[in-house]
Nanobody, 123 residues
Framework: QVQLVESGGGLVQPGGSLRLSCAAS????????MGWYRQVPGKQRELVAG???????NYAEPVKGRFTISRDNAKKTVYLQMNTLKPEDTAVYYC?????????????????WGPGTQVTVSS
């Protein structure tokens, strides 16, 4: 009933930039927090950046000053601008969102995940 679809991943050289997008669709009454996570094989998924519905942001230390998270509430989309990319940024990037949906006259909140998009930083 709710889908998150990421786009924008790919191969980039060290020092380059990529912009990831994640669009939500389906039974959506409102979207609270949204975020980006990443995971490499053999490691736990880790938070990269998060943004509240009011626009407050937080970042993991390794990406501070290089990555910027933003959202367009009208488009139900969250973005991650990644600059000065490093080989250690290579990972599968996942977006997630806390989405409120309608069920008859009630509302419930659930955390949804996108399927992930590969980002590879290599020369």
């Amino acid at each position: 009933q709710v889908q998150l679809v990421e786009s924008g991943g790919g191969l980039v050289q060290p020092g380059g930039s990529l912009r990831l997008s994640c669009a939500a669709s389906g039974n959506i009454r409102s979207i609270n927090a949204m975020g980006w996570y990443r995971q490499v094989p053999g490691k736990q998924r880790e938070l990269v950046a998060g943004i509240t519905s009011a626009g407050s942001t937080n970042y993991a230390e390794p990406v501070k000053g290089r990555f910027t998270i933003s959202r367009d509430n009208a488009k139900k989309t969250v973005y991650l601008q990644m600059n000065t990319l490093k080989p250690e940024d290579t990972a599968v990037y996942y977006c997630n969102a806390d989405i409120v949906s309608s069920v008859w006259t009630a509302a419930y909140e659930y955390t949804y995940w996108g399927p992930g998009t590969q980002v590879t930083v290599s020369s």
